[in-house]
């Protein structure tokens, strides 16, 4: 079964930085893009970054570039973002998807920032 | 203001027939393949339709997309009370690169 689990969110103070993690089992994690996208309380999706197969390739949107960085470990199946100098609006659900179609996604994991 | 353009709201009663309209440009829904996606109350969105009309296996047939120049649609047919959800579409965008996703449609089944 394709599973995609996020971990590594939690509250943290305007400035700060976190890095959350993305654990994929069930397919072959190296042959899929992956993808974050994220979701402000009560809004709607809004795609962060996504990574190619090998890591070379990596979009950002431009709200986040600068701040935040994609990465991946094809030897653990594990998919990551870095997040530093976050800012209130950064406050979302982040959800972890396989794929260029997003044919798989994680529950999320809730990033907070606030003082 | 999201890059594709959705209505906020939809509805429909049982057994209708319900469209959802998604708008957008040259760059993204003109130029490349728009995906559908459900996202149930509580829950994590779902894909629905890649590739501007494909249903992933497990999607009722109830369900279809079309794509028509910078526009595309998604059409439920046989609307049941469990199709009560928001429902997204989504597209690369080539002079953003980047994904863009619409606002979000809220469908509600009276």
């Known amino acids: 079964e394709v599973q995609v689990v996020e971990s590594g969110g939690g509250l943290v103070q305007p400035g700060g930085s976190l890095r959350l993690s993305c654990a994929a089992s069930g397919f072959t994690f190296s042959s899929y893009w992956m993808n974050w996208v994220r979701q402000a309380p009560g809004k709607g999706l809004e795609w962060v970054a996504n990574?190619?197969?090998?890591?070379?390739?990596?979009y950002y949107v431009d709200s986040v570039k600068g701040r935040f960085t994609i990465s991946r470990d094809n030897a653990k199946n594990s998919l990551y973002l870095q997040m530093n100098s976050l800012r209130a609006e950064d406050t979302a659900v982040y959800y972890c998807?396989?794929?260029?179609?997003?044919?798989?996604w994680g529950q999320g994991t809730l990033v907070t920032v606030s003082s | 203001q999201s890059v594709l353009t959705q209505p906020p709201s939809a509805s429909g009663t049982p057994g209708q027939r319900v469209t959802i309209s998604c708008s957008g440009s040259r760059s993204n829904i003109g130029g490349n393949a728009v995906n559908w996606y459900q996202q149930l109350p509580g829950t994590a969105p779902k894909l629905l339709i890649y590739s501007n009309n494909q249903r992933p296996s497990g999607v009722p047939d109830r369900f279809s997309g079309s794509k028509s120049g910078t526009s595309a649609s998604l059409a439920i047919s046989g609307l049941q009370s469990e199709d009560e959800a928001d429902y997204y579409c989504a597209a690369w965008d080539d002079s953003l690169n980047g994904r863009v996703f619409g606002g979000g449609t809220k469908l509600t089944v009276l």
């Open positions: 990574i190619k197969q090998d890591g070379n390739e990596k």
């Open positions: 998807a396989r794929g260029w179609n997003y044919e798989n």
